[in-house]
């Protein structure tokens, strides 16, 4: 079933740093009544689509906003909200804090270039390895042509993120493999330049040829149609890193493919990564509703959306945990 009637809303908030909420059938923003909920920009398109429908089922209110996962949390603990949206997955340090979260989604980064990228062609084509990734982004290659052994000398220009976004976390988690993860910050020193969410970070792609980094499929392929229209396109990963892009690896022509790649497990995770829902303590009352909602009626509406629902066996035991509380 499509709804999709929020996901340009929240993308345009994102994009200009305002504060997305979605009122519902509220009578004002900020009501003491309403589900208070704030975090990653990853998940917010689709947490505004839920909320838009489940508000109209049960008149239930919402005040939410962006920021980041790093600010959900801390306005969670702070008491300012009640629903914290991660792009990752909790940490020890919060669990130990009471911490409560359960899995939503699947979503997933991919790494981005110009569409004029001076080697398109040959990245089409050919796609880029792990390993590949790892040496642009440590800055071990430096130059388009050291790619793919070509007469081309422009200097390829990394792009990173300057705020706190567990997109970038997975992303350092994929390129360095499980033992030896990047974080943020060697990322962000390593990079030419760093911008402020995933939107600046696509703008900057699609105006800069020479330029890569990595972006959420959202950002990528068109809202309506999941087609490649705009400036931005995906790196398609060698997955054996054998030079070539098999017919199993090219999967990136519209975003269904894309997302039934993910599903598959054929795209990797990460960067495909789970994102969550969390609470301090345990959900309650409307809260405890909604998430309860959202891990039933509510996953018919992810795939149009540009994300992966949980499969059968995840939401059988997510839900026995949603219902069993924190111990």
Same mark, same amino acid.
């Given at each position: 079933m499509e709804r999709t009637l929020s996901r340009r809303r929240a993308?345009?908030?994102?994009?200009?740093?305002? *504060?997305?909420?979605?009122?519902?059938?509220? %009578?004002?923003?900020?009501?003491? $009544?309403?589900?208070?909920?704030? @975090? +990653?920009? #990853?998940?917010?398109?689709? *947490?505004e689509v839920w909320a838009d429908i489940y %508000?109209?089922?049960?008149?239930? $209110?919402?005040?939410?906003?962006? @920021? +980041?996962? #790093?600010?959900?949390?801390?306005?969670?603990?702070?008491g300012q909200v009640d629903i914290a949206m991660m792009g990752r997955d909790p940490d020890?340090?919060?669990?130990?804090? #009471?911490?409560?979260?359960?899995?939503?989604?699947?979503?997933?980064?991919?790494?981005?270039?110009?569409?004029?990228n001076p080697v398109i062609d040959e990245i089409q084509q050919h796609g880029l390895s792990r390993a590949d990734l790892e040496a642009v982004f440590t800055r071990e290659i430096e130059t388009w042509g050291?790619?793919?052994?070509?007469?081309?000398d422009e200097e390829i220009e990394v792009y990173g993120r300057s705020d706190a976004s567990a997109a970038y976390k997975q992303?350092?988690?994929?390129?360095?493999?499980?033992?030896?993860?990047?974080?943020?910050?060697?990322?962000?020193?390593?990079?030419?330049?760093?911008?402020?969410?995933?939107?600046r970070v696509a703008q900057a792609i699609g105006s800069n040829e020479n330029a890569i980094s990595l972006n959420n499929i959202n950002y990528v392929y068109d809202l309506e149609s999941g087609e490649l229209e705009g400036d931005v396109r995906p790196i398609p990963l060698d997955l054996d890193d054998d030079g070539t892009l098999s017919d199993d690896e090219q999967f990136y022509d519209t975003r269904n493919e894309f997302l039934a790649a993910v599903e598959e497990g054929t795209y990797p995770a990460p960067p495909a990564r789970e994102m969550w829902l969390a609470s301090d303590g345990g959900f309650e009352?409307?809260?405890?509703?909604?998430?309860?909602?959202?891990?039933?009626?509510?996953?018919?509406?992810?795939?149009?959306?540009?994300?992966?629902?949980?499969?059968?066996?995840?939401?059988?035991?997510v839900q026995e945990e949603l219902a069993d509380g924190p111990e």
């Open positions: 993308l345009g908030a994102i994009a200009t740093g305002t *504060v997305a909420t979605v009122a519902g059938c509220m %009578s004002g923003s900020g009501s003491d $009544s309403a589900v208070r909920i704030s @975090g +990653g920009v #990853g998940p917010l398109p689709m *947490v %508000s109209e089922e049960t008149d239930t $209110s919402f005040d939410i906003s962006g @920021g +980041g996962t #790093g600010v959900g949390v801390s306005d969670l603990f702070g020890d340090d919060e669990l130990d804090q #009471g911490l409560f979260a359960v899995p939503m989604l699947i979503d997933t980064v991919v790494g981005t270039v110009n569409v004029d050291e790619l793919y052994d070509v007469d081309v992303w350092g988690d994929f390129l360095g493999g499980e033992d030896n993860a990047y974080t943020e910050s060697e990322l962000e020193e390593l990079a030419d330049a760093n911008h402020d969410g995933d939107q009352d409307e809260s405890y509703e909604f998430v309860e909602w959202v891990l039933t009626d509510g996953q018919q509406y992810v795939r149009d959306n540009g994300y992966v629902p949980l499969d059968d066996d995840r939401l059988e035991e």
